[in-house]
């Protein structure tokens, strides 16, 4: 029987309709996790078969056993080698379009060097990872955010089953789930097979619309917010901009959330944001510039590695002011000095860091000032949305003098 892995809050709509409804269906067990901080001890324990989570802690949880393998030079050199031995073989299963079957041993079409380099990288590096999941995942998903497509890649390439979904409270829950038959780096299926659900374009402004009979007929006791939700022909208006190609479908970002510059230009803070999924200096990074001449980002660091930086390198900063908390049985710094937030060489490291996304984008999506935050933005301040994506609204209310300030 499949082992399901459960994090998500019980009320939480995909929780409840592919987690809990889908076990009693086919008589599947469920394992549910204590907390978000102790993750990693509870997919031991539970060994899955069967994990959904948030984009961000698939992000969280690759990021973290990479900076654990490529804790020495000799670790990051064989964590590159492998990664770039996954990647070779992607492409090598790769059609015309970009398509992968999944379901296909990796190794099948390739000559007999890369696949020993394949098979050593797997016994090297990508078993560490499978472990880390409990070592016995064969279904993986995820949802509730855009999931990057260099970590998509990444975990592609190592063959880990991790297939991306995108769906609503009004849809119950999934619209759409790529099948592991048929994956695209970035994209998504265009609705859940043997659906009668149907996917379209807005023609004015490229808005996902959707229809079929698991979708809302109204919101409850509210007919204006139905009236606004609704076509004149039936469709649901999602909120989500997305693209549709060769019968894929890709999720820009939230309508609500594009920004627009007093220029005219329209900017993705979601594009933007993916840019520092893989980054060794940022933790959280807000994108703001709506109705401004130029975009400005909040940005949290990532502490526990800054620290070690400034101890290797000798510069001092005021250790008392440090607050740390538990995460997966490992003490993580969550707030820091003013000192050490203001340090000129962490300015001048999260500086280079930023200038390195700023040549990968347009210049008017370049961001032209930060703000460096001395905490982190956690769920207990109401920062955080249940599947862990930053509230804007609650941080930029709460940080309003730093805001005001990039944009004096």
């Given at each position: 029987k499949d082992v399901v892995f459960s994090i998500l809050p019980l009320?939480?709509?995909?929780?409840?309709?592919?987690?809990?409804?889908?076990?009693?269906?086919?008589?599947?067990?469920?394992?549910?996790?204590?907390?978000?901080?102790?993750?990693?001890?509870?997919?031991?324990?539970?060994?899955?078969?069967?994990?959904m989570l948030v984009a961000r802690l698939w992000s969280r949880i690759w990021n973290g056993v990479a900076a654990q393998i490529c804790s020495t030079p000799e670790g990051k050199e064989k964590y590159e080698w492998a990664i770039n031995i996954g990647h070779k073989v992607l492409e090598t299963r790769m059609d015309e379009n970009g398509v992968i079957d999944l379901t296909v041993d990796p190794t099948t079409y390739l000559d007999t060097a890369l696949k020993n380099e394949f098979l050593e990288a797997d016994k090297q590096v990508y078993q560490i990872f499978r472990n880390i999941f409990?070592?016995?995942?064969?279904?993986?998903?995820?949802g509730g955010a855009i999931l990057p497509a260099d970590l998509q890649k990444n975990y592609w390439g190592m063959n880990f089953p991790l297939l991306d979904g995108w769906g609503l409270t009004e849809s119950t829950s999934g619209c759409c789930m790529v099948q592991a038959r048929c994956v695209r780096i970035g994209w998504q299926a265009p609705?859940?097979?043997?659906?009668?659900?149907?996917?379209?374009?807005s023609p004015e402004d490229?808005?996902?619309?959707?229809k079929g009979d698991s979708i809302i007929s109204s919101y409850y006791n509210n007919p204006e917010e139905t009236s606004l939700?609704?076509?004149?022909?039936?469709?649901?208006?999602?909120?989500?901009?997305?693209?549709?190609?060769?019968?894929?479908?890709?999720?820009?970002?939230?309508?609500?959330?594009?920004?627009?510059?007093?220029?005219?230009?329209?900017?993705?803070?979601a594009y933007l944001e993916l840019k520092f999924t893989?980054?060794?200096?940022?933790?959280?990074?807000?994108?703001?510039?709506d109705k401004q001449k130029y975009i400005a980002a909040l940005v949290v660091p990532k502490y526990d590695h800054i620290i070690k930086i400034f101890k290797e390198k000798g510069i001092g900063f005021d250790e008392s002011a440090?607050?740390?908390?538990?995460?997966?049985?490992?003490?993580?710094?969550?707030?820091?000095?003013?000192?050490?937030?203001?340090?000129?060489?962490l300015l001048e490291m999260i500086e280079a860091e930023i200038e390195t996304v700023n040549k990968q984008v347009s210049n008017f999506e370049a961001i032209r000032r930060f703000k460096i935050i001395y905490r982190k933005f956690t769920e207990d301040r109401d920062e955080l949305t249940q599947t862990l994506k930053i509230k804007n609204r609650i941080v930029e209310k709460h940080f309003e003098k730093e805001v005001a300030s990039l944009f004096d």
């Open positions: 009320s939480h709509n995909w929780n409840r309709v592919d987690n809990h409804s889908a076990c009693i269906s086919y008589g599947g067990m469920i394992g549910y996790a204590q907390s978000p901080r102790t993750i990693l001890q509870d997919l031991q324990e539970i060994q899955p078969t069967f994990v409990g070592g016995r995942v064969n279904k993986a998903y995820s609705m859940m097979a043997g659906s009668n659900m149907a996917v379209k374009l490229n808005e996902i619309l959707i939700s609704f076509t004149e022909d039936g469709w649901f208006k999602t909120g989500d901009i997305g693209e549709i190609e060769h019968d894929f479908l890709r999720i820009v970002d939230r309508k609500k959330a594009i920004i627009v510059l007093d220029t005219g230009k329209n900017i993705s803070p893989n980054s060794e200096l940022i933790e959280q990074i807000l994108i703001l510039g440090l607050i740390f908390t538990e995460v997966n049985g490992i003490n993580t710094c969550i707030e820091v000095g003013s000192d050490l937030a203001n340090h000129p060489v």
